[in-house]
């Protein structure tokens, strides 16, 4: 059985990060695009910073930078002054602007219809070698955590893609409106193989309401939450995450 990761993004502040990793969250994501809940670079070193000092390495999840359509030299270096695992890229990136950060990335895919599922072959390479010894992440902290995990086995130095994120298409922005896209979308052979060798967040108006049916879904390795969890725009609601993880964990 697979186990279904959460990861919780658009994180602010250093109280809510403690609180989402010691409730169960397997990835931390902090926002550098222009959100209600963006953060400075200066602040995303604070942040990650503390949370490397206060949380051991089998306690700290993973830590996610999100970017959308931002400048390569930017994303870089976040990655390097930052201790983050995975770059996170929400925009309208190329494979070949993917394949120049120097992280594992998790490309978003905004899904408004079947043919948008489509786009994710442009960012898989058919012929490239895979082996189970070239992990996504490896030494990252997830690496060091003793939890059931996807194998990314088809990460290249031409291919860092680790992973997609399934948000909901919105025609004026790249994501975050907190609504979610026709699941039944996900019922996809292709996305049936994909899951076997990459991580398929589903995001998009999930919540302690619909945990449960969202983590049934087919073809899927995590949850990707923000909204759904707080109480206002980038600070989160201790009832909402304790609520989410408890019926996440009665649906497994």
């Not at 043919?115 to 902290?141: F, H, K, M, N, V």
């Not at 291919?159 to 997609?164: H, I, Q």
């Not at 994909?194 to 302690?208: M, N």
């Amino acid at each position: 059985m697979i186990v279904i990761e959460v990861k919780i993004c658009g994180l602010t502040g250093l109280e809510d990060a403690l609180l989402a990793a010691r409730a169960g969250a397997d990835y931390l994501g902090f926002i550098l695009a222009e959100s209600p809940r963006q953060l400075s670079p200066e602040r995303l070193i604070e942040l990650t910073a503390s949370l490397r000092k206060k949380l051991s390495p089998n306690d700290c999840p993973d830590l996610v930078a999100v970017f959308l359509d931002q400048h390569l030299a930017l994303i870089n270096r976040i990655a390097g002054e930052c201790q983050l695992d995975y770059i996170q890229l929400h925009g309208q990136e190329s494979p070949e602007f993917c394949r120049q950060v120097s992280l594992p990335v998790f490309k978003s895919i905004s899904v408004k219809g079947r043919e948008s599922l489509d786009r994710i072959s442009d960012y898989e390479e058919p012929g490239w070698p895979t082996a189970a010894s070239t992990s996504a992440g490896e030494g990252s902290q997830a690496s060091k955590r003793q939890k059931s995990r996807i194998t990314q086995n088809n990460i290249t130095l031409n291919n860092n893609t680790a992973g997609y994120l399934l948000d909901t298409y919105y025609p004026d922005k790249g994501g975050g409106g907190g609504e979610s896209f026709n699941w039944q979308l996900l019922n996809d052979r292709s996305l049936q193989e994909l899951s076997r060798r990459k991580k398929i967040f589903l995001a998009g108006g999930i919540s302690p309401a619909n945990v449960q049916a969202a983590s049934r879904q087919p073809n899927i390795t995590g949850l990707d939450v923000s909204s759904g969890l707080e109480k206002t725009p980038g600070r989160k609601d201790p009832k909402k995450i304790k609520k989410f993880f408890n019926v996440l964990k009665k649906s497994q």
